[in-house]
């Protein structure tokens, strides 16, 4: 699946099924707790924290939540998600090409 189709996807499902999108801010906020959420998985699977008793991680759950609810922000503020990824793997390649290369921290 293309970004733009995954940005299409994602409104389909909000006109059909979610009513409205929540606000800007609210969907904001959501983005964070989704982050927060990944950052627990991430932090006792690769990290020195342990999981309780009857947790079950979900790792890809975890990013594809967090993937939904940017989609949804990208979609009602107007953002197109597939140019502003390409401009962005622009910037970076003109910005750090040689910097990764030449950091004595990677090597």
């Not at 983005?31 to 999981?51: I, P």
């Not at 140019?83 to 921290?105: I, L, Q």
């Given at each position: 699946?293309h970004?733009?189709e ?13 009513v ?8 904001m ?14 932090a006792?699977?690769?990290?020195d ?14 990013m594809?939540?967090?993937?939904w ?7 009602q503020t ?5 140019d ?5 793997v622009?910037k ?5 090409k040689?910097r ?8």
């Amino acid at each position: 699946m293309h970004i733009d189709e995954a940005q299409r996807l994602v409104d389909e499902w909000i006109q059909t099924h979610g009513v409205r999108y929540f606000s800007e801010l609210t969907n904001m906020a959501v983005l964070t707790e989704e982050v927060g959420e990944l950052a627990r998985v991430m932090a006792r699977r690769f990290g020195d924290q342990s999981f309780k008793e009857g947790e079950f991680p979900n790792l890809e759950e975890e990013m594809a939540d967090v993937l939904w609810v940017l989609i949804c922000l990208a979609n009602q503020t107007g953002v197109d998600l597939t140019d502003a990824f390409r401009k962005s793997v622009e910037k970076k390649t003109n910005r750090d090409k040689d910097r990764h290369k030449n950091n004595p921290k990677l090597k």
